[in-house]
């Protein structure tokens, strides 16, 4: 999908909560070096203490990210992924001693409807480590978050492949 066709239609409501898809530049899986996921998931924590958007899932594959989240009042969409990417980049660069890309230009959202349940949407985000399979259990797979942790661990492992 060209990258225009993916800002047809994107709005950034406050409140409303999202969920974005953004890979690395060619795919390249930084993110199997532990602390280049670490600094990652530092960037997104400072973008929710920033009271920016409230983080609700997420997870770090090795070349991707999942991440569903709440805009907050005045927030936009595209400023809050270029923010994420722009910090984490930089700190990834410096750790891995380089310039250049980290992540691709564009991303995938997706705008939650309000008859969309939520819980299942952090729950099919958390599981994508089972269902590549990287890990049998998600227990297994440390670069992952949910607010609703404990419900989560037990409904991906009785149901692994939530599609």
Request: with cysteine; proline share 3%; glycine share 2%.
């Amino acid at each position: 999908m060209p990258r225009d066709d993916l800002h047809k239609g994107r709005v950034s409501l406050a409140y409303n909560a999202y969920f974005v898809t953004t890979v690395t530049h060619n795919r390249i899986p930084y993110f199997h070096d532990f602390y280049c996921a670490r600094l990652l998931v530092s960037e997104m924590r400072r973008l929710h203490e920033e009271n920016q958007l409230e983080s609700l899932a997420w997870v770090i594959m090795p070349g991707h990210l999942h991440w569903l989240f709440q805009l907050q009042e005045n927030q936009s969409l595209s400023q809050i992924v270029r923010l994420l990417k722009g910090r984490s980049a930089h700190i990834i660069n410096h750790h891995l001693q380089r310039q250049g890309s980290i992540w691709d230009r564009a991303f995938h959202d997706h705008a939650l409807r309000k008859d969309e349940d939520i819980k299942s949407i952090a729950r099919y985000i958390v599981a994508n480590p089972l269902r590549a399979k990287l890990v049998e259990k998600l227990d297994d797979y440390s670069m992952w978050d949910a607010a609703y942790v404990v419900a989560f661990i037990r409904a991906t492992e009785a149901a692994p492949t939530i599609n």
